[in-house]
């Protein structure tokens, strides 16, 4: 399995999520690639979050420890369309409230238009993006595209963005494929012989 995030991902959120997986083959296994360090660095760089500190500081790893099982939470919550947990929803609001911002007025294009920055691109910083971005998820996703892959062994979610709307695992070459073939040998084994 790549320890690195993966490019299907189309939010941070569901890469912090997945960094704690159970085994695809067996289920009994968990993996977590959160502790590494090389994982970590990967994952602030696919998300534009490279040189924030977060990959290092003990603080902002903790945090994101946490703010890992706080996401799934609400993401499963949110997914089963049931109300949001209260305690994970203040946990999310207290990480993006941790990271000031700054307006500012700029041009573009012949334009003018608000812009709000963070006062510092610091792990606070890093670690309210992963946050945002579970925030993205929860008021502009379509909560019947948020999965939690359809093989009983594993756990991963991801934002079904095919154009049906239908995908069903998390990866079809190793979930998808690892069901079919364990079907095809039950019925096998069912059929005269």
């Given at each position: ?124 910083w890093a670690v309210a993006e ?64």
């Amino acid at each position: 399995m790549n320890p690195l995030p993966h490019a299907w991902a189309p939010y941070a959120c569901l890469d912090l999520v997945n960094s704690r997986w159970r085994d695809h083959v067996d289920g009994d296994r968990v993996y977590d690639r959160l502790p590494l360090r090389q994982w970590r660095l990967a994952f602030l760089d696919h998300w534009g979050l490279a040189g924030s500190g977060a990959a290092d500081v003990p603080e902002a790893i903790r945090l994101l420890e946490q703010l890992r099982g706080t996401l799934r939470v609400l993401l499963e919550a949110h997914l089963r369309g049931e109300a949001l947990p209260a305690r994970e929803l203040a946990a999310v609001n207290g990480v993006l409230a941790a990271c000031p911002l700054t307006r500012r007025l700029e041009e573009a294009s012949g334009r003018w238009r608000l812009v709000a920055a963070p006062s510092a691109r610091d792990w606070r910083w890093a670690v309210a993006e992963v946050a945002a971005s579970a925030a993205r998820v929860l008021a502009e996703g379509d909560p019947d595209r948020l999965r939690v892959c359809a093989n009983p062994s594993c756990s991963w979610m991801f934002y079904d963005q095919s154009r049906s709307g239908t995908r069903r695992w998390c990866e079809a070459p190793i979930c998808g494929s690892l069901i079919k073939v364990r079907r095809h040998r039950a019925r096998r084994g069912v059929s005269p012989g």
